[in-house]
T-cell receptor, first 111, second 111 residues
Framework: RKEVEQDPGPFNVPEGATVAFNCTYS??????FFWYRQDCRKEPKLLMS???SGNEDGRFTAQLNRASQYISLLIRDSKLSDSATYLC????????????FGAGTRLAVHP | EAGVAQSPRYKIIEKRQSVAFWCNPI?????LYWYQQILGQGPKLLIQ????????DSQLPKDRFSAERLKGVDSTLKIQPAKLEDSAVYLC?????????FGPGTRLTVL
């Protein structure tokens, strides 16, 4: 079983739609969680951290369910510029800030 | 603030040749990472340094890959000899605490 699993997509949605991505992780001792965004032929960039209480940043909402070991990202009112690959990232237990990346979920927002 | 610098940006070599990549992390960042990202996959951690010491190299193919971080600042990653399956983007990243910032990557093509 992979340490971090994501649906590869692609998710094809119209502008204005709401879309949600899920991610599961295998190590129950994992400490922290993130969503990164990666545009085509670019490096990954931090989108947001994921907190146990859930957190929101504008149109983006991230949630963590430790009991079920999954993380979600909700994007409301999708924009064309949201088209990218979204990488689920887990900080492995062990104290050395080791980040494990999922394979990513591709999102394509169309007019 | 200057970002993570990497060079070269692109490299094309033939199989069995050697290649080296260079990374200059953000000033003051103690942790430096090398990731390999194959097309369509998420980044895979090859090696992680804390200052000039290795804290994780469990997924580094040590028969052909080597990395060093002399003086705890710049780092080089070497492949010798290269194989076709080494074609990928090699991403360097650095962090101070939990936030990890990536460089633009080196795109390697092995023919």
């Amino acid at each position: 079983r992979k340490e971090v699993e994501q649906d590869p997509g692609p998710f094809n949605v119209p502008e204005g739609a709401t879309v949600a991505f899920n991610c599961t992780y295998s190590n129950s001792a994992s400490q922290s969680f993130f969503w990164y965004r990666q545009d085509c032929r670019k490096e990954p960039k931090l989108l947001m951290s994921v907190y146990s209480s859930g957190n929101e940043d504008g149109r983006f909402t991230a949630q963590l369910n430790r009991a079920s070991q999954y993380i979600s990202l909700l994007i409301r009112d999708s924009k064309l510029s949201d088209s990218a690959t979204y990488l689920c990232v887990v900080n492995a237990a062990g104290g050395y800030n080791k980040l494990i990346f999922g394979a990513g979920t591709r999102l394509a927002v169309h007019p | 603030e200057a970002g993570v610098a990497q060079s070269p940006r692109y490299k094309i070599i033939e199989k069995r040749q050697s290649v080296a990549f260079w990374c200059n992390p953000i000033s003051g960042h103690a942790t430096l990472y090398w990731y390999q990202q194959i097309l369509g996959q998420g980044p895979k951690l090859l090696i992680q340094f804390q200052n000039n010491g290795v804290v994780d190299d469990s997924q580094l193919p040590k028969d052909r890959f080597s990395a060093e971080r002399l003086k705890g600042v710049d780092s080089t990653l070497k492949i010798q000899p290269a194989k076709l399956e080494d074609s990928a983007v090699y991403l360097c990243a650095s962090s101070l605490n939990s936030g990890v910032l990536f460089g633009p990557g080196t795109r390697l093509t092995v023919l």
